[in-house]
């Protein structure tokens, strides 16, 4: 199994000719959202919150990590290490095929959807560590914009915890300028983008464990440090229209979740043992 790199460095992205504008999404018939849902995804850049797993089948699926946390942790990771999941986890691939997580999605893109991404953002109790402003797509090598995280709340998020944070309206703003992250931030990622209410308003997202959010891959948003004694773990699910170009190898961690892929672009990996 090809090991990915999660972040691609800025001279890489820098040689690529990307589309990093908002098209607005929806279909003429959505199945799942409504008409409501989707004007507001294209006006705020998010859709929150959506009920997907009952409480059963999401302690399941938190049993599950528990265990897949300890396994990583125990060969050296740690909580936020766990990244290209449906590629080596076979119960983390049906979750990105899973028909209420990508019915919605498909009400936006369109009946050919491909899930990529897989990563589990896990705070740990106190951990200090946050997540500063940025933009999905400034770290994707992915063209045109049409992109969307479905953020699946593991444990229940609020702000007590930590939970995300965006910029309403942001992700017409285009592609932003961000700065390289100071240590003293202690972020998880390593860009930030500076006096983000200037692009629109704060508005947090707190989820109940089992629903999800879904926001564009443009949309400003980022989380604070966990100073409570409650851990904070979401799965974090990647998707795009089959429309789009993956540079850099990234095509290889494409799976169809919905229809087909016309241009035989993504490599569609199979459900690993």
């Avoid at 090991?3 to 040689?15: A, M, N, R, V, W």
């Avoid at 995804?41 to 997907?52: H, S």
């Avoid at 990590?65 to 986890?89: C, M, P």
């Avoid at 939970?163 to 100071?182: E, L, N, Q, V």
Wanted: charged share 25%; net charge negative.
């Amino acid at each position: 199994m090809k090991d990915f790199k999660i972040i691609p460095t800025d001279d890489e992205l820098e040689t690529l000719q990307r589309d990093l504008s908002f098209h607005p999404a929806g279909v003429a018939d959505p199945k799942t959202l409504t008409r409501q849902q989707i004007d507001h995804f294209n006006e705020r850049g998010f859709i929150a919150p959506l009920d997907i797993f009952s409480s059963d089948e999401i302690s399941e699926i938190r049993n599950y990590f528990d265990d897949l946390l300890r396994k990583v942790t125990a060969g050296g990771g740690d909580s936020y290490s766990i990244s290209s999941a449906h590629l080596k986890y076979g119960p983390v691939y049906d979750i990105l095929k899973d028909p209420r997580i990508v019915d919605p999605v498909a009400d936006l893109f369109g009946e050919n959807v491909i899930g990529w991404g897989s990563h589990f953002f896990c705070k740990m109790p106190g951990d200090g560590k946050s997540v500063a402003w940025h933009q999905d797509a400034s770290y994707w090598p992915l063209s045109p914009s049409k992109a969307v995280t479905v953020w699946l709340a593991i444990d229940d998020a609020d702000q007590e915890n930590a939970c995300m944070k965006f910029i309403a309206g942001s992700h017409t703003k285009g592609h932003m300028t961000y700065r390289p992250s100071d240590s003293t931030e202690h972020n998880v990622l390593n860009q930030t983008i500076d006096d983000p209410e200037q692009y629109g308003e704060l508005v947090y997202d707190p989820l109940k464990a089992g629903q999800a959010s879904i926001h564009a891959d443009l949309l400003l948003h980022g989380s604070d440090a966990n100073d409570s004694n409650r851990r904070r773990c979401g799965l974090t699910l990647r998707y795009c229209s089959a429309e789009v170009h993956a540079a850099l190898g990234w095509n290889e961690k494409g799976v169809q979740v919905r229809g087909t892929d016309p241009k035989g672009h993504w490599s569609n990996q199979p459900r690993p043992e």
